[in-house]
């Protein structure tokens, strides 16, 4: 993996070094959720991904994001190439109250150890970019309650996961919370939920199109043709016309979608627009 690059992807470059600690983590987590978009715009695009970290660490070095498998797929990658002690776990993401608690897979998770402080004296850390609105900064894996900017979250024991961990979005951020398994897994399993997630009728990805970026002071969401800033008050945009939209894109998210043709780009924004009248006839039913 091309380290340095990472590195100066993230603004880093010659600013981190290779000894872990609990400071260069939250730098590292912070500088990669402010310039690494969340973002499902491949699925739009027709152009499948894969699960392989290293393919989702050759997109992010292009200019480009992903959601959580791509996100804390490659951060995991580059943890361990700088002498991180890292593992990847199952998780899953709560949209609502009506939707059940629990890890199905549909997200994934890491976890630091070996960085003991007074926040954390077992040394463990939960290290998540793939929640889109949520973390900016790496939380110790400790019971409590947590401020990142204008949100407050939450950790406990998971009360479905046994051994695991639950994490509370504010009732600012985009889903209700997430639970995680304890023990490590490999990439493999995720596979069948990110088959699902990225080729469904009925996943959230592919009904609706999404951008997300968080850093201090809030988050910027882009779903569908709605532009929302998200921090201490909330503002939204309706986006009318294609130039405003791939504007949003660049000067919002950083991406600039370099490689897509304007034939590309006329067939996805014919289709969020459709994807918008389909929503707004469905909520006047």
């Known amino acids: 993996m ?11 470059g010659g600013k981190v070094g290779r000894s872990p600690s609990v400071d260069e983590l939250g730098v590292l987590h912070r500088a990669h959720a402010e310039r690494v978009p969340y973002e499902s715009l ?14 989702s660490v050759a997109r992010i ?41 629990g890890a199905d897979a549909n997200h994934l998770v890491l976890t630091v150890s070996g ?10 850390w ?51 919370g997430m639970d995680f398994r304890p023990e490590a897994v490999e990439m493999v399993a995720f596979a069948e939920k990110h088959h699902f997630l990225s080729t469904s009728p009925e996943s959230g990805f592919v009904r609706t199109a999404t951008a997300q970026r968080r850093d201090a002071e809030g988050a ?3 779903r569908g043709l709605t532009l929302s800033r998200v921090g ?10 294609r130039g405003d939209y791939f504007a949003a894109l660049a000067d919002v998210f950083g991406i600039t979608l370099g490689d897509v043709s304007a034939a590309e780009r006329a067939v996805m924004w014919r289709r969020l627009v459709e994807a918008r009248a389909h929503l707004t006839d469905h909520h006047a039913l």
Request: charge should be negative; glycine fraction near 18%.
């Open 61 to 101: 070095l292009k200019g480009r994001g992903g959601y959580c498998y791509h996100l804390n797929g490659a951060f995991s990658m580059l943890l361990r190439a700088l002498g991180y002690q890292v593992s990847r776990h199952v998780g899953g993401v709560q949209g609502n109250a009506e939707r059940p608690a």
């Open 232 to 241: 201490e008050t909330v503002s939204r945009t309706e986006i009318e016309t």
């Open 126 to 176: 939960l290290v998540d970019l793939g929640m889109g609105d949520g973390l900016h900064g790496p939380l110790p894996l400790v019971e409590g309650r947590y401020r990142q900017g204008p949100f407050t979250y939450g950790l406990s024991p998971s009360k479905v996961e046994a051994g695991g961990w639950r994490f509370e979005h504010d009732p600012r951020g985009g889903f209700l």
């Open 42 to 55: 491949e699925i739009w695009l027709g152009r499948p991904t894969t699960l392989e970290p290293g393919d």
């Open 220 to 222: 910027d969401v882009l």
């Open 2 to 12: 091309d380290v340095d690059g990472y590195l100066r992807r993230l603004g880093l």
């Open 115 to 124: 960085l003991p402080s007074a926040e954390a004296p077992d040394g463990r």
